[in-house]
């Protein structure tokens, strides 16, 4: 089956700009840098850029393009032995696919509701106990399908499958170039005119204000390393994929820095659009920014509608806001969910409909699990362990095999070098050998460690051990029947 290819670097670029950029960039990077001493986070960031995100991108992009396959199949032409490791960054994605699928459908409703702020002045009381209707329920119980939740998931799923169904050209490469434009025209309008409210830039200045006595705590440098992999989409299948439709006179190097930088650069312009907001509704309320400052849901969904209830034209604002978080939102799961349709259609060789049929008809049902009463807590407790665990986890294992045990990482570098319009030297290789094995193993340590002594919210953690567990005997046992396979065939049958 000849592989299918993308129609243009353009369109390549803004697919993999596309995938870096989610929900994360606009809700979780802005608190993160507050959070670690603002201005002099900074510092730790675009080093964490420099030496894992950029290598690491160049690595997964080489990967891709040189043996043009989804995560299983490359792991497994770099050694037959690690087939397992590309289905458990698929699994990885999957998983994240269905729970990062219900956030987007709270913000399909919020764009309808943001014309007339008819989430009331409570915001939180609105979004906790009007909308999500969450109870006293738990991971583990989680109460009945809220339908109208449940309604506009599926309006997601189903953009999302005209796009991956459609194709690489046809149907990623075309949404990419109209999502990405319109993501970013909107974000730089938001930011045009929230700059200009009153008290906008002392949050902006909050934000930036450099803590430099952070500079020296290990936390703050794990999280630096932990953003950039979680906001780049490294480590869990999905670039792999992206590379391996790259024709073959494309550039790696030049593409992996555009791709970093424009993802960077946007977490940025989202941190100043966020902090604006921020600025303004402090002084608004006449209380300090700390007040007004939350993370993750709380931010996107509770304190943002209640400062565009303050706003001027909260009408226009309210409904730009939301489609831009829609959209990002959506380019990052129409990648999430090619990852594992190119992993289906590599395995079985099935047609492209037939294996985006099975995905995203699998993903969708599961994803009504998250429309529940108790969605959010479910949602909360998996994305810890699919964030700290599985991404981290993945991609560890993957340096290790690449650069370690089969000391691919001279012969990426030579390969890199000779497809590229600029040389990588040898900081590449230095990057890949230690800071970033080095860095993942600090961070993934310290999660274990936590999650063994302090837990996380309160949570019984058992279902997010045996999700992890479940994805990883999964994946062990496909790669078994793989090799199991291989070793019946005949010399001509493996070759075909």
């Known amino acids: 089956m000849k592989r299918e290819q993308w129609g243009s670097r353009a369109g390549f670029i803004l697919a993999a700009v596309g995938s870096a950029i ?10 993160m840098a507050y959070e670690n001493g603002g201005g002099a986070f900074f510092i730790p960031y675009i080093f964490a850029m420099l030496t894992a995100g950029i290598p690491f991108m160049i690595l997964e992009f080489s990967l891709g393009k040189k043996y043009r396959g989804s995560a299983p199949v490359t792991l497994a032409k770099i050694h037959k032995k690690f087939e397992w490791l590309g289905w458990f960054q698929v699994g990885v994605a999957a998983i994240i696919a269905v729970y990062y699928v219900a956030v987007i459908g709270w913000s399909i409703s919020y764009l309808g509701m943001s014309f007339t702020q008819s989430w009331g002045t409570d915001t939180n009381a609105f979004f906790f106990s009007e909308y999500l209707k969450l109870g006293d329920n738990s991971p583990t119980n989680l109460g009945n399908i809220q339908w109208n939740i449940a309604f506009t998931v599926l309006i997601a799923w189903a953009i999302t499958y005209a796009a991956v169904a459609g194709g690489v050209k046809a149907g990623i490469e075309r949404a990419s170039k109209i999502m990405m434009p319109i993501l970013f025209i909107m974000v730089l309008i938001l930011i045009g005119r929230m700059v200009f409210l009153p008290g906008a830039l002392d949050g902006v200045n909050y934000m930036f204000k450099p803590d430099f006595s ?3 705590d290990v936390k703050v440098w794990a999280a630096a390393y932990g953003q950039i992999f979680f906001t780049l989409s490294i480590g869990f299948a999905i670039m792999l994929a992206y590379s391996s439709y790259l024709p073959e006179k494309s550039d790696v190097t030049n593409n992996a820095f555009m791709t970093v930088l424009i993802n960077c650069g946007f977490s940025m312009m989202a941190g100043i659009m966020i902090f604006s907001v921020l600025g303004y509704m402090a002084q608004e309320q006449g209380v300090a920014i700390t007040e007004v400052v939350s993370a993750g849901v709380g931010l996107a969904f509770v304190t943002l509608p209640a400062a565009i209830n303050l706003m001027p034209a909260p009408y226009i604002l309210g409904p730009l ?13 129409i990648s999430i969910i090619e990852a594992v349709t190119s992993a289906v259609i590599d395995k079985f060789q099935w047609s492209r409909r037939k294996a985006a049929n099975l995905v995203v008809g699998v993903s969708a049902v599961v994803s009504l699990a998250f429309t529940t009463n108790g969605g959010l807590l479910l949602l909360d407790l998996i994305d810890h362990f699919a964030n700290n665990i599985g991404i981290i986890f993945g991609g ?3 340096i290790v095999l690449v650069v370690w045990l089969m000391k691919q990482v001279g012969q990426v570098r030579e390969y890199v070098n000779k497809v590229s319009d600029f040389s990588v030297g040898t900081w ?3 990057c890949l050998r230690f800071v970033t094995p080095l860095m993942l193993a600090v961070i993934l340590a310290t999660k274990l460690y936590e999650m063994f002594t302090v ?7 058992t279902l997010g051990w045996v999700v992890m567990g479940v994805i990883t005997v999964i994946a062990v046992a496909i790669n078994l029947s793989s090799r199991r396979k291989a070793e019946t065939q005949s010399p001509q049958e493996q070759e075909a």
Do not use: H, Q
Not at 22 to 31: K, Q, V
């Open 22 to 31: 989610g929900l994360g960039n606009i809700w979780r990077f802005p608190y």
């Open 214 to 216: 952070k500079i020296m």
């Open 321 to 333: 806001f939301f489609f831009a978080l829609t959209v990002a939102g959506l380019s990052s799961l």
């Open 396 to 398: 560890l294992v993957e």
């Open 428 to 430: 590449f290789e230095i």
């Open 455 to 461: 837990g996380y919210g309160g949570y019984d953690l």
